[in-house]
């Protein structure tokens, strides 16, 4: 079972608290870790994999790809730190409140969520208002009950 960091980018993130986060949202919501793997970019990596993979030729705060089936996960998101910084603005949180945003939100896709519809939208921003939350209360993080891995790398 592994979970891997990996920034591309000069912005110092929040490792542990991206973790805690993303265990907090699969544990919660009833999956285990096989293999995840987060990887925070920037706009002109996060524009091509939309575009390759869902031919959009524009750069977005997250791109998710699950590969699981059942309740062991194995999948990959991608966030643009760049996009996070300018939503964080537009919506008047921090830089980090909104990247654990955007990293629940993939999480919770990757647990098999989805948010094409509007009644799906509301429930998503439900559960990321609620990790969040919870995120928010923990002072601070917890010794982990899983046997993953975490791996923090940096592809410059």
Do not use: W
């Not at 980018?9 to 949202?25: E, W």
């Not at 919501?29 to 002109?44: D, H, K, P």
């Not at 998503?124 to 993953?148: C, R, V």
Request: aromatic share 8%; with cysteine; charged share 20%.
């Amino acid at each position: 079972m592994s979970l891997e960091l990996c920034n591309s980018t000069r912005q110092a993130i929040p490792n542990k608290r991206l973790l805690q986060a993303i265990r907090m949202v699969v544990q919660g919501e009833g999956y285990e870790i096989a293999t995840i793997t987060g990887v925070y970019c920037g706009n002109r990596m996060s524009q091509r994999i939309n575009r390759d993979y869902l031919n959009h030729d524009y750069p977005t705060d997250t791109i998710t790809f699950c590969y699981s089936e059942g309740k062991a996960i194995e999948g990959e998101f991608y966030i643009s730190l760049d996009v996070i910084r300018c939503n964080a603005r537009h919506f008047n949180v921090t830089f980090e409140e909104e990247l654990l945003r955007v990293t629940i939100h993939s999480a919770l896709h990757l647990t098999g969520m989805n948010d094409y519809l509007p009644e799906e939208r509301v429930a998503m921003q439900a559960k990321e208002d609620y990790y969040l939350q919870l995120l928010k209360t923990q002072k601070s993080i917890s010794p982990q009950k899983s046997t993953d891995n975490a791996i923090f790398s940096c592809n410059s």
